[in-house]
């Protein structure tokens, strides 16, 4: 699995914002932004495949940049934060707007303990 740094730059910044998004967070098993559209994502795609299905949500006046990444990279103002692509636990249309979380647990659906739960718990 390669590690890879995702950059774009809309021309119109609000038409597709959304779709980008989501397309990024679906390329690969995790993703991190630490800036607004700056990316990185874990992915065994190769760099091609990454262009190639980001492209087509883009207009000819917007950029993209797909490059594997090695080693750490120098930061300020900004942190990594690594996150898992959520996977749905059923099917669902593909362009569905249904986010699927998971269940928690019965114990903490009780009264007794019920503020026991941290939202930790609960992912």
Known sequence: ???FLISYDLANPYANRHV???????????????LES?????????P???????RSLL???DGLLVQAVKGDAVMAGTTIRWFRQRRPAFDMP???????FPLISPK???T???GDASLAEAV
């Open 59 to 61: 207009g000819s006046e």
């Open 20 to 34: 980008v998004a989501q397309a990024i967070m679906e390329a690969g098993q995790s993703w991190a932004r630490p």
């Open 1 to 3: 699995m390669r590690t």
């Open 94 to 100: 593909e362009n569905s707007n249904v986010v699927a």
């Open 112 to 114: 007794e303990g019920a």
């Open 48 to 54: 091609a495949d990454l262009e190639d299905k980001l």
């Open 108 to 110: 903490h659906n009780t």
């Open 38 to 46: 700056t990316w990185y994502v874990k992915s065994d795609a190769l």
